[in-house]
Nanobody, 121 residues
Framework: QVQLVESGGGLVQPGGSLRLSCAAS????????MAWYRQAPGKQRELVTS???????YYADSVKGRFTISRDNAKNTVYLQMNSVKPEDTAVYYC???????????????WGQGTQVTVSS
């Protein structure tokens, strides 16, 4: 069984930094795109950033130049380095991955449980 486990959320002051991690575990045959989404209270979940298995990245305009996504394929882990955070970055952050499990043909979508990030002084 495949699962994603996130860590690193918490309270940070405006202008500060925070690093999120998400590790995939289980019977994984292949890990494709990995991404971070976020959902603020009263808003829809939105894509923040993604990274392909080859390292290609996408960033939402709202985080360009402040957030950096990276992945360690040997550890099946994706990271989100958040710098110069703003109050509007406050949200629950969800890890996403497209994974082909050992016993299932084709890739399936997997989500982490979510981690709260609060930007406040």
């Amino acid at each position: 069984q495949v699962q994603l486990v996130e860590s690193g959320g918490g309270l940070v002051q405006p202008g500060g930094s925070l690093r999120l991690s998400c590790a995939a575990s289980g019977s994984i045959r292949r890990l494709y795109v990995m991404a971070w989404y976020r959902q603020a209270p009263g808003k829809q979940r939105e894509l923040v950033t993604s990274i392909s298995s080859g390292g290609g990245t996408y960033y939402a305009d709202s985080v360009k130049g402040r957030f950096t996504i990276s992945r360690d394929n040997a550890k099946n882990t994706v990271y989100l380095q958040m710098n110069s955070v703003k109050p509007e970055d406050t949200a629950v952050y969800y890890c996403y991955a497209a994974i082909e499990a050992v016993d299932i043909r084709g890739a399936s979508n997997y989500w982490g449980q979510g981690t709260q990030v609060t930007v406040s002084s």
